[in-house]
Protein backbone atom coordinates (compact mmCIF):
# COMPACT_ATOMS: atom_id res chain seq x y z
CA UNK A 1 0.00 0.00 0.00
CA UNK A 2 1.18 3.27 -0.97
CA UNK A 3 1.49 5.46 1.99
CA UNK A 4 1.56 8.85 0.09
CA UNK A 5 0.47 8.96 -3.45
CA UNK A 6 0.49 11.91 -6.35
CA UNK A 7 -1.04 12.02 -9.42
CA UNK A 8 -0.36 12.72 -11.85
CA UNK A 9 3.32 11.35 -11.93
CA UNK A 10 3.59 13.58 -15.34
CA UNK A 11 2.08 16.57 -16.18
CA UNK A 12 3.30 18.07 -19.80
CA UNK A 13 1.38 21.51 -20.27
CA UNK A 14 1.64 24.59 -22.31
CA UNK A 15 2.22 28.10 -20.80
CA UNK A 16 -1.42 29.96 -19.46
CA UNK A 17 -2.84 26.57 -18.83
CA UNK A 18 -4.28 25.93 -15.65
CA UNK A 19 -3.33 22.22 -13.74
CA UNK A 20 -3.99 20.47 -10.47
CA UNK A 21 -1.86 18.02 -8.90
CA UNK A 22 -3.67 15.48 -6.38
CA UNK A 23 -1.91 13.98 -2.90
CA UNK A 24 -2.92 11.91 -0.61
CA UNK A 25 -1.66 9.76 2.30
CA UNK A 26 -3.12 6.73 4.08
CA UNK A 27 -1.35 7.44 7.01
CA UNK A 28 -3.51 8.53 9.17
CA UNK A 29 -1.16 11.84 10.05
CA UNK A 30 -2.01 15.59 10.68
CA UNK A 31 0.10 17.61 8.66
CA UNK A 32 0.95 17.80 4.94
CA UNK A 33 3.41 19.74 2.77
CA UNK A 34 4.02 20.43 -1.12
CA UNK A 35 7.36 20.87 -1.72
CA UNK A 36 8.76 22.51 -5.08
CA UNK A 37 12.68 20.84 -6.54
CA UNK A 38 14.05 22.71 -9.03
CA UNK A 39 16.06 21.29 -12.01
CA UNK A 40 19.06 21.89 -9.50
CA UNK A 41 17.21 19.28 -7.05
CA UNK A 42 16.54 22.27 -4.48
CA UNK A 43 14.00 21.22 -2.79
CA UNK A 44 12.08 24.23 -1.32
CA UNK A 45 8.71 23.49 0.89
CA UNK A 46 5.94 25.93 -0.58
CA UNK A 47 2.57 25.04 1.68
CA UNK A 48 1.66 22.99 4.48
CA UNK A 49 -1.52 22.10 5.96
CA UNK A 50 -2.16 20.58 9.34
CA UNK A 51 -5.83 19.62 9.90
CA UNK A 52 -6.96 21.06 7.02
CA UNK A 53 -5.39 24.56 8.40
CA UNK A 54 -2.91 26.19 6.36
CA UNK A 55 0.24 26.85 8.50
CA UNK A 56 2.98 27.63 6.09
CA UNK A 57 3.01 29.55 2.77
CA UNK A 58 5.96 30.41 1.84
CA UNK A 59 6.31 32.80 -0.43
CA UNK A 60 5.16 31.79 -3.72
CA UNK A 61 3.29 33.45 -6.59
CA UNK A 62 -0.71 33.35 -5.83
CA UNK A 63 -0.95 31.29 -8.78
CA UNK A 64 -0.57 28.50 -6.64
CA UNK A 65 -3.51 27.76 -4.38
CA UNK A 66 -3.65 24.62 -1.98
CA UNK A 67 -6.62 22.94 -1.13
CA UNK A 68 -6.80 20.31 1.69
CA UNK A 69 -10.60 18.89 1.39
CA UNK A 70 -9.63 16.62 4.58
CA UNK A 71 -6.47 16.04 6.32
CA UNK A 72 -5.67 12.82 3.82
CA UNK A 73 -5.44 14.88 0.64
CA UNK A 74 -3.45 18.17 -0.39
CA UNK A 75 -4.11 19.00 -3.90
CA UNK A 76 -2.36 21.87 -5.52
CA UNK A 77 -3.53 23.99 -7.87
CA UNK A 78 -1.59 26.20 -10.32
CA UNK A 79 -3.28 28.98 -12.42
CA UNK A 80 -1.60 30.56 -15.96
CA UNK A 81 1.47 28.11 -15.61
CA UNK A 82 4.86 29.74 -16.58
CA UNK A 83 7.92 28.14 -18.32
CA UNK A 84 9.19 28.69 -14.21
CA UNK A 85 6.84 26.32 -12.80
CA UNK A 86 8.45 23.13 -14.57
CA UNK A 87 10.10 21.61 -11.98
CA UNK A 88 9.24 18.32 -9.49
CA UNK A 89 6.62 18.87 -7.06
CA UNK A 90 6.57 16.49 -3.81
CA UNK A 91 3.94 16.23 -1.32
CA UNK A 92 5.16 14.95 2.18
CA UNK A 93 2.85 14.41 5.27
CA UNK A 94 4.00 13.71 8.58
CA UNK A 95 2.31 12.60 12.42
CA UNK A 96 1.38 15.78 13.33
CA UNK A 97 3.19 19.84 13.40
CA UNK A 98 5.64 19.17 15.29
CA UNK A 99 6.60 15.69 13.95
CA UNK A 100 9.66 16.40 11.79
CA UNK A 101 10.20 13.06 10.21
CA UNK A 102 8.09 13.35 6.93
CA UNK A 103 7.57 10.63 4.29
CA UNK A 104 7.19 12.07 0.96
CA UNK A 105 5.16 10.75 -2.27
CA UNK A 106 6.89 9.62 -5.71
CA UNK A 107 7.25 13.35 -7.39
CA UNK A 108 5.43 14.90 -10.19
CA UNK A 109 7.43 16.03 -13.15
CA UNK A 110 5.78 19.28 -14.17
CA UNK A 111 6.96 20.44 -17.56
CA UNK A 112 5.60 23.72 -19.24
CA UNK A 113 6.26 24.45 -22.81
CA UNK B 1 18.46 31.81 10.12
CA UNK B 2 18.94 28.30 9.53
CA UNK B 3 21.01 27.31 6.76
CA UNK B 4 22.34 23.35 5.68
CA UNK B 5 25.26 23.49 3.23
CA UNK B 6 26.31 20.36 1.39
CA UNK B 7 29.85 21.09 0.07
CA UNK B 8 30.04 18.00 -1.98
CA UNK B 9 27.69 18.30 -5.48
CA UNK B 10 28.67 14.81 -5.97
CA UNK B 11 30.64 12.20 -5.23
CA UNK B 12 32.09 8.90 -6.31
CA UNK B 13 33.42 5.55 -4.55
CA UNK B 14 33.92 1.98 -5.63
CA UNK B 15 31.44 -0.06 -4.76
CA UNK B 16 32.69 -2.28 -1.33
CA UNK B 17 33.98 1.27 -0.66
CA UNK B 18 33.45 3.39 2.23
CA UNK B 19 31.28 6.58 2.07
CA UNK B 20 31.03 10.14 4.08
CA UNK B 21 29.43 12.45 2.63
CA UNK B 22 29.50 16.22 4.24
CA UNK B 23 26.56 18.40 5.90
CA UNK B 24 27.49 21.96 7.92
CA UNK B 25 24.38 23.41 10.06
CA UNK B 26 24.21 27.11 10.71
CA UNK B 27 21.94 27.19 13.94
CA UNK B 28 22.98 28.46 16.99
CA UNK B 29 21.45 26.11 19.43
CA UNK B 30 21.37 22.30 19.80
CA UNK B 31 19.94 21.15 16.07
CA UNK B 32 17.07 18.53 14.89
CA UNK B 33 18.76 16.80 11.80
CA UNK B 34 18.43 14.63 9.48
CA UNK B 35 19.71 12.69 6.05
CA UNK B 36 17.02 12.32 3.65
CA UNK B 37 17.90 9.88 0.48
CA UNK B 38 16.62 9.97 -3.11
CA UNK B 39 16.77 7.36 -5.39
CA UNK B 40 16.18 8.15 -9.13
CA UNK B 41 12.83 9.13 -10.00
CA UNK B 42 11.28 8.44 -6.61
CA UNK B 43 10.37 10.49 -3.38
CA UNK B 44 13.07 11.54 -0.60
CA UNK B 45 13.18 8.37 2.08
CA UNK B 46 14.23 9.81 5.91
CA UNK B 47 17.51 7.43 6.59
CA UNK B 48 17.94 8.97 9.96
CA UNK B 49 18.01 11.91 12.74
CA UNK B 50 18.95 13.47 15.38
CA UNK B 51 17.48 15.13 18.04
CA UNK B 52 19.64 14.91 21.57
CA UNK B 53 21.81 12.54 23.03
CA UNK B 54 24.28 10.14 22.01
CA UNK B 55 25.63 11.87 19.02
CA UNK B 56 26.24 8.64 16.91
CA UNK B 57 23.45 7.88 14.93
CA UNK B 58 22.15 4.65 13.35
CA UNK B 59 19.56 4.35 10.22
CA UNK B 60 18.60 2.21 8.13
CA UNK B 61 20.67 0.79 4.82
CA UNK B 62 23.70 0.73 7.06
CA UNK B 63 24.32 4.58 7.58
CA UNK B 64 24.92 5.98 10.78
CA UNK B 65 26.00 10.04 11.09
CA UNK B 66 27.84 11.81 13.80
CA UNK B 67 26.84 14.94 15.41
CA UNK B 68 29.91 17.38 15.95
CA UNK B 69 29.03 20.49 17.85
CA UNK B 70 32.57 22.23 18.07
CA UNK B 71 32.02 21.84 13.79
CA UNK B 72 28.46 22.20 13.32
CA UNK B 73 29.11 19.28 10.85
CA UNK B 74 26.39 16.12 10.54
CA UNK B 75 28.20 13.95 8.44
CA UNK B 76 26.58 10.53 7.40
CA UNK B 77 29.03 7.81 6.87
CA UNK B 78 28.58 3.79 5.36
CA UNK B 79 31.61 1.70 5.71
CA UNK B 80 30.90 -0.60 2.80
CA UNK B 81 28.97 1.10 -0.19
CA UNK B 82 26.89 -0.77 -2.60
CA UNK B 83 25.57 -0.07 -6.08
CA UNK B 84 22.07 0.26 -4.85
CA UNK B 85 23.47 3.15 -2.79
CA UNK B 86 24.06 5.26 -5.87
CA UNK B 87 21.34 8.05 -5.24
CA UNK B 88 20.64 11.75 -4.19
CA UNK B 89 21.64 12.33 -0.10
CA UNK B 90 20.06 15.64 1.22
CA UNK B 91 21.02 16.61 4.76
CA UNK B 92 18.40 18.98 6.43
CA UNK B 93 17.66 21.37 9.68
CA UNK B 94 14.33 21.27 11.38
CA UNK B 95 13.33 24.88 12.26
CA UNK B 96 12.89 25.50 15.69
CA UNK B 97 10.20 28.04 14.81
CA UNK B 98 6.86 27.70 15.31
CA UNK B 99 6.38 26.20 11.12
CA UNK B 100 8.68 23.45 11.96
CA UNK B 101 9.66 23.02 8.81
CA UNK B 102 12.59 21.32 7.20
CA UNK B 103 15.45 23.26 5.74
CA UNK B 104 17.23 20.94 2.91
CA UNK B 105 20.99 21.27 1.72
CA UNK B 106 21.50 21.31 -1.99
CA UNK B 107 22.24 17.56 -1.73
CA UNK B 108 24.91 15.51 -3.10
CA UNK B 109 24.68 13.20 -6.22
CA UNK B 110 26.82 9.67 -4.72
CA UNK B 111 27.75 7.59 -8.01
CA UNK B 112 28.81 4.36 -7.43
CA UNK B 113 31.63 2.92 -9.24
CA UNK B 114 31.65 -1.62 -10.26
Known amino acids: DTAVSQTPKYLVTQMGNDKSIKCEQN?????MYWYKQDSKKFLKIMFS???????INETVPNRFSPKSPDKAHLNLHINSLELGDSAVYFC????????????FGPGTRLTVT | AQSVTQPDIHITVSEGASLELRCNYS??????LFWYVQSPGQGLQLLLK??????LVQGIKGFEAEFKRSQSSFNLRKPSVHWSDAAEYFC????????????FGSGTRLLVRP
Open chain 1, 92 to 103: ASSQRRSSYEQY
Open chain 1, 27 to 31: LGHDT
Open chain 1, 49 to 55: YNNKELI
Open chain 2, 27 to 32: YGATPY
Open chain 2, 50 to 55: YFSGDT
Open chain 2, 92 to 103: AVGARDSSYKLI
